[in-house]
């Protein structure tokens, strides 16, 4: 069956520096890997998509790397600052555009 | 712009009793609505595809009986969870897109729902 991992233990880090969250999959052969954020309470925010011959994407302090030998998706943000707090959920397109979430990995920037 | 909002933002209910939530696009046309449910500290897992004037697409394991989906208008589309029970207190979020074949789904704020 299809599975989509995130690192479910939370990311700590201090501000300022780059944070990196992992996505992997099986089982899927995505045309599109999608990055959302999401605040407790809240529905999730879109924040980058990256197409299967796409390489890397970058949106201001992000960075989005997609990976489909490894089947990996890496999410990087750089220079980051307490507001970047929150829980970052990966998105893999199924078909009919459906898309299937990882677990999501909560990242904490402390000042 | 692209907003979906949900109505109501939550609702406490007794158990046995039926409960509607409705999802909008504010300011474009949906086709295609999707439905997940996501439990306290857990992905979101996809219910069900809301599809314009016909019959919603319910995945593996989803019960189309309990959760019932309507798709009447373009901007709006409903979930009734009927016969209530409290494990099916979570918090359910709609998303849209733009258009068919569209890539960003555009996320509702969710529904809390608390069956006692």
């Known amino acids: 069956s299809q599975k989509i991992e995130q690192n479910s233990e939370a990311l700590n880090i201090q501000e300022g520096k780059t944070a990196t969250l992992t996505c992997n999959y099986t089982?899927?052969?995505?045309?599109?890997l999608q990055w959302y954020r999401q605040d407790p309470g809240r529905g999730p925010v879109f924040l980058l998509l990256i197409r299967e011959n796409e390489k890397e994407k970058r949106k201001e302090r992000l960075k989005v790397t997609f990976d489909t030998t490894l089947k990996q998706s890496l999410f990087h943000i750089t220079a980051s600052q307490p507001a970047d707090s929150a829980t970052y959920l990966c998105?893999?397109?199924?078909?009919?555009?459906?898309?299937?979430f990882g677990s999501g990995t909560k990242l904490n920037v402390k000042p | 712009g692209a907003v979906v909002s949900q109505h109501p933002s939550w609702v406490i209910c007794k158990s046995g009793t039926s409960v509607k939530i409705e999802c909008r696009s504010l300011d474009f046309q949906a086709t295609t609505m999707f439905w997940y449910r996501q439990f306290p500290k857990q992905s979101l897992m996809l219910m069900a595809t809301s599809n314009e004037g016909s019959k919603a697409t319910y995945e593996q394991g989803v019960e189309k009986d309990k959760f019932l989906i309507n798709h009447a208008s373009l901007t709006l589309s409903t979930l009734t969870v009927t016969s209530a029970h409290p494990e099916d207190s979570s918090f359910y979020i709609c998303?849209?897109?733009?258009?068919?074949?569209?890539?960003?789904?555009?996320f509702g704020p969710g529904t809390r729902l608390t069956v006692l």
């Open positions: 998303s849209a897109g733009k258009g068919a074949g569209t890539d960003t789904q555009y």
């Open positions: 089982n899927y052969s995505p045309a599109y």
């Open positions: 998105a893999l397109d199924a078909n009919f555009n459906k898309f299937y």
